[in-house]
């Protein structure tokens, strides 16, 4: 199958132009009480119900729904997104809408599952109001709850989709275009950012060098990085299991 062949699998054929929604400066919101950065949980399960009841900034006042999850938390390679949009808030998932359904046919495209290799969440955990960019208060009031999905699921892989789940996770502030499908390493992860798949479906060109051709090198790259640490991973459990009959 040709690189071109390769990219069509990425097409959603999104229906004519989605209109662009005005970006509204928000009220000047109060500030939220403060986080506890150390806060451990025991288990996701205890996690997700301490964010459900979350009420610790102004987007749980908008929210239908507290976004935490999808996938598998055994999964070598997590997802970080930005935020919910409408369709997450509606049904409470992650990468749901039009761009979570692209970004699981990429990971098809490279045989990943969407539901058992990988491990969704995002940023922020409320949908902010018109889909805007997450504020810092809120994202800050969220980390605390991302840090500790990325200690429970312990992936070896983390792909942050966009230049905001970049800044939020690193502190990087460059251009997405500026630093996708650079290798990196966070907190002893291997960490790679990458187009957010909503770019890619305002971007429809195949051609070389476009976001789609863009992706699809990156998805190849992390299929092989993924494969590479997962025979690793085999090699030292056949290891251990030797040491044991020995």
């Known amino acids: 199958m040709t690189d071109a062949e390769q990219i069509s699998l990425f097409d959603l054929d999104?229906?004519?132009?989605?209109?662009?929604?005005?970006?509204?400066?928000?009220?000047?919101?109060?500030?939220?009480?403060?986080?506890?950065?150390?806060?451990?949980?025991a288990d996701l399960d205890a996690l997700k119900a301490d964010a459900i009841a979350c009420q610790k900034c102004p987007l749980a006042a908008t929210r239908t729904n507290v976004v935490v999850e999808r996938g598998n938390r055994q999964a070598l390679i997590a997802i970080i997104g930005e935020g919910p949009g409408q369709n997450e808030d509606e049904t409470g998932l992650p990468f749901v809408g039009k761009a979570?359904?692209?970004?699981?046919k990429i990971l098809q495209s490279v045989d990943l599952d969407p539901e058992k290799d990988v491990y969704i969440c995002n940023v922020v955990k409320c949908r902010p109001p018109n889909n805007r960019?997450?504020?810092?208060?809120?994202?800050?009031a969220c980390k605390p709850y991302l840090l500790e999905q990325i200690r429970l699921i312990d992936p070896k892989i983390i792909l942050l989709t966009g230049a905001t789940a970049v800044?939020?996770?690193?502190?990087?502030?460059?251009?997405?275009?500026?630093?996708?499908?650079?290798?990196?390493?966070?907190?002893?992860?291997?960490?790679?950012?990458?187009?957010?798949?909503?770019?890619?479906?305002?971007?429809a060109s195949?051609?070389?060098?476009?976001?789609?051709?863009?992706?699809?090198?990156?998805?190849?790259t992390v299929k092989a990085k993924y494969l590479e640490i997962k025979s690793q991973l085999?090699?030292?459990?056949?290891i251990e299991e030797d040491e044991e009959e020995f």
């Open 14 to 41: 999104p229906s004519p132009k989605a209109k662009q929604t005005a970006k509204q400066s928000s009220k000047a919101a109060k500030p939220a009480p403060p986080v506890p950065v150390g806060v451990t949980y």
């Open 100 to 104: 979570g359904q692209l970004l699981d």
């Open 133 to 140: 960019v997450p504020e810092d208060i809120e994202m800050a």
């Open 167 to 203: 800044k939020a996770v690193t502190g990087d502030k460059r251009g997405i275009t500026k630093i996708r499908g650079e290798w990196g390493e966070w907190e002893g992860r291997l960490i790679m950012p990458i187009l957010h798949p909503a770019y890619l479906l305002r971007n």
């Open 206 to 220: 195949r051609e070389k060098g476009s976001p789609k051709w863009l992706m699809w090198q990156d998805i190849q």
């Open 234 to 238: 085999q090699g030292q459990d056949n």
